[in-house]
């Protein structure tokens, strides 16, 4: 199985900064894409940003010129850049891996991380 692992989220005042990284392990071959999402109280779940193995970038309009997403393939690592973060930015971010391939297999799948909390005060 593949294992997502979150770090980063924290509690910052409005302004400042924040770098979120997530890992994946198990017997991967590729992984065609991975991003971020993110899920505030009452709200849809929505893309913040992802990256393809190639190096295109998609990104929500609410954080073009404020966030910065970016990949080592090497290590399959994600990382989310996080700068001038606003109180509307405060949700549970879930890294995603999707398009995944595995050694031996012929189909894989999408598969998610268990959130970390970013909160952002004013």
């Known amino acids: 199985q593949v294992q997502l692992v979150e770090s980063g989220g924290g509690l910052v005042q409005a302004g400042g900064s924040l770098r979120l990284s997530c890992a994946a392990s198990?017997?991967?071959?590729?992984?065609?894409?991975m991003g971020w999402y993110r899920q505030a109280p009452g709200k849809q779940r929505e893309l913040v940003a992802d990256?393809?193995?190639?190096?295109?970038?998609n990104y929500a309009d609410s954080v073009k010129g404020r966030f910065g997403v970016s990949r080592d393939n090497a290590k399959n690592t994600v990382y989310l850049q996080m700068n001038s973060l606003k109180p509307e930015d405060t949700a549970v971010y879930y890294c995603?891996?999707?398009?995944?391939?595995?050694?031996?297999?012929?189909?894989?799948?999408?598969?998610w991380g268990q959130g970390t909390q970013v909160t952002v005060s004013s």
């Open positions: 990256i393809t193995s190639g190096g295109s970038t």
């Open positions: 995603n891996a999707d398009g995944v391939l595995f050694v031996g297999r012929s189909y894989g799948g999408t598969y």
């Open positions: 198990g017997s991967i071959f590729s992984i065609n894409a």
